[in-house]
């Protein structure tokens, strides 16, 4: 599959992914809830360009994995299978792996 052909694959997050993306979402609602609804429109938005464009991350840390960068904090951690993007991790930038 080339990453210049848009796609519009499946998308699933794993429940780690949302385990860490409500966890994400937790800690800055603390401090600033409309920042926390900024933040999932990111990941919203992050997501839906993965579906259209697969390949738009880099080749992740771990073999297989790639990583895309919703935010400059947070970057998704993908895995592109038979058609569909499992999106297996959310990530501190700042973080070398999960």
Do not use: C
């Amino acid at each position: 599959m080339r990453g210049d052909l848009a796609a519009n694959l499946k998308l699933v997050w794993t429940p780690q992914a949302l385990k860490q993306r409500i966890a994400i979402r937790s800690f800055i609602a603390q401090h600033d809830p409309v920042a926390a609804v900024r933040m999932e429109r990111r990941f919203n938005e992050a997501a839906a360009r993965l579906q259209q464009f697969p390949e738009l991350g880099t080749a992740g840390r771990s073999t297989g994995a790639r990583e895309y960068v919703a935010h400059e904090n947070y970057r998704l951690v993908y895995e592109l299978n038979e058609g569909v993007i499992w999106i297996v991790g959310v990530a501190h930038t700042s973080r070398r792996s999960l």
